[in-house]
């Protein structure tokens, strides 16, 4: 059974950071995308980033490029995202999904939302101003 565990949410000001991580269980780190999704009060679900276990290739949606970071153990089966320089406007739940296939996860983009198949509960960032 796939299972994935998102933490390292929480409280931090404005410029503060965080580094959320995603243990996953019941597969190895073969070739898969792993993505970092977030959703905030009243928005739909929107991709974060991306790293691609196959190919190392990564992804970052504009609004992060230069301040989150997503890199893989894959001996540990974890996926972190070093979140740097945070702004009110991360504020959201955080989850990681994955989807089979690491050529889902490009620079350009992490495919479509509806073909990650297995999700992590979710975590909560809030950034204060």
């Known amino acids: 059974e796939v299972q994935l565990q998102a933490s390292g949410g929480g409280l931090v000001q404005a410029g503060g950071s965080l580094r959320l991580s995603c243990a996953a269980s019941?597969?190895?780190?073969?070739?898969?995308?792993i993505g970092w999704f977030r959703q905030a009060p009243g928005k739909e679900r929107e991709g974060v980033s991306c790293?691609?276990?196959?190919?190392?290739?990564?992804y970052y949606k504009d609004s992060v490029k230069g301040r989150f970071t997503i890199s893989s153990d894959n001996a540990k089966n974890t996926v972190y995202l070093q979140m740097n320089s945070l702004k009110p406007e991360d504020t959201a739940v955080y989850y990681c999904?994955?989807?089979?296939?690491?050529?889902?996860?490009?620079?350009?983009?992490?495919?479509?939302?509806?073909?990650?198949?297995?999700w992590g509960q979710g975590t909560q960032v809030t950034v204060s101003s």
């Open positions: 999904a994955i989807i089979s296939g690491g050529y889902y996860c490009t620079p350009y983009g992490l495919g479509p939302i509806y073909e990650y198949n297995d």
């Open positions: 019941g597969f190895t780190f073969d070739d898969y995308a």
């Open positions: 790293i691609s276990t196959f190919y190392g290739s990564t």
